[in-house]
């Protein structure tokens, strides 16, 4: 499958706890995008990068977060000091320059704060 | 700031049934307009996309989706739904320059009767 991966799929842990997700996109995409997800809503957009640039982030994005994309490849979000607020899922997407192309998504992490 | 509005959260309709799910958007200016399906389980996967041309396009599975510019909306139809239609269904749309980050409605939990 050459699909969006992301790890771990579930992740547990207690409040004040730092936590880090991984990304894997489609390898010929040069643009990845993170998102949150919570209950009863759609996906939120949290942060872009293209390449290993992070061009844009959203005001969702507080400074306990923190993404890095440090080769242009695989990408980390990084949660400090998690909070109840912060239970949701994080999925990712990549795609490419062609306004006309889809993104892709992975199958997501879902957090839980204890 | 973009919103896409979906109405009607939780849908329930018997096998053979049609579907109409409902999209309207805010942006005023040209969009690009998406239909995504997350089955249980799964990932979200493009149902279908609108970028230009035809008003009227269709997807995977049976479905159909019609721009109407003038009333900001892109509604999904299916004429005759079967079990395997039971997902969530999210509406979106992105402006087509910059970042091309997506911005989704709340969804609609479609569940089918068999």
């Known amino acids: 499958d050459t699909g969006v991966s992301q790890n771990p799929r579930h992740k547990i842990t207690k409040r004040g706890q730092n936590v880090t997700f991984r990304c894997d996109p489609i390898?010929?995409?040069?643009?990845l995008y993170w998102y949150r997800q919570t209950l009863g809503q759609g996906p939120e957009f949290l942060t872009y990068?293209?390449?290993?640039?992070?061009?844009?982030k959203s005001r969702l994005l507080s400074d306990r977060f923190s993404a890095e994309r440090p080769k242009g490849s695989f990408s980390t979000l990084e949660i400090q000091r998690t909070e109840q607020g912060d239970s949701a899922m994080y999925l990712c997407?990549?795609?490419?320059?062609?306004?006309?192309?889809?993104?892709?998504f992975g199958d997501g992490t879902r957090l839980s704060i204890l | 700031a973009q919103s896409v509005s979906q109405h009607n959260h939780h849908v329930i309709l018997s096998e053979a049934a049609s579907l109409e799910l409902g999209c309207n958007y805010s942006?005023?200016?040209?969009?690009?307009l998406f239909w995504y399906v997350q089955y249980p389980g799964q990932h979200l996967q493009l149902l279908l996309k609108?970028?230009?041309?035809?008003?009227l396009v269709k997807g995977i599975k049976g479905f159909e989706a019609e721009f109407i510019k003038s009333k900001f909306s892109f509604n999904l139809r299916k004429p005759s739904v079967q079990w395997s239609d039971t997902a969530e269904y999210f509406c979106?749309?992105?402006?087509?320059?910059?970042?091309?980050?997506?911005?989704f409605g709340k969804g609609n939990q479609v569940v089918v009767i068999p």
């Open positions: 997407a990549s795609g490419d320059d062609r306004v006309e192309q889809p993104q892709h």
């Open positions: 979106a749309v992105n402006l087509p320059y910059g970042n091309n980050r997506l911005a």
């Open positions: 390898s010929e995409h040069n643009r």
């Open positions: 942006y005023g200016g040209t969009v690009n």
């Open positions: 990068f293209q390449n290993e640039a992070q061009l844009e």
């Open positions: 609108y970028f230009s041309g035809d008003p």
